[in-house]
Nanobody, 119 residues
């Protein structure tokens, strides 16, 4: 069973920065794609950033130029560096990992970490 544990959330003022980390219980090289999602109160969960095959990154339009997704294979973590934070970035942020093995695709989720941006 794969475990993902997020950390790094907290309270920050608008314009500030935070870095979220997602630690995996196995090598992140085993995952086809790793993503960060977020869910604000009363809203649907939305994709924030994705990293495929370790090198191909994609971002939601709302965070382009402000957020950067990366991975550290030595620490088995995927990180989300968030800058120029806005109150609308307030949400619970979730790490997601997709593993494909012998044609079977499995999704794994972390428990989430709260990010609150004050105005």
């Amino acid at each position: 069973q794969v475990q993902l544990v997020e950390s790094g959330g907290g309270l920050v003022q608008a314009g500030g920065s935070l870095m979220l980390s997602c630690a995996a219980s196995r090598s992140i090289r085993d995952f086809k794609t790793m993503r960060w999602y977020r869910q604000a109160p009363g809203k649907q969960r939305e994709l924030v950033a994705a990293l495929s095959q370790g090198t191909i990154s994609n971002y939601a339009d709302s965070v382009k130029g402000r957020f950067t997704i990366s991975r550290d294979t030595a620490k088995n973590t995927v990180n989300l560096q968030m800058s120029s934070l806005k109150p609308e970035d307030t949400a619970v942020y979730y790490c997601n990992a997709v593993r494909e093995l012998l044609g079977i695709v499995r999704d794994y989720w972390g428990q989430g970490t709260q990010v609150t941006v004050s105005s």
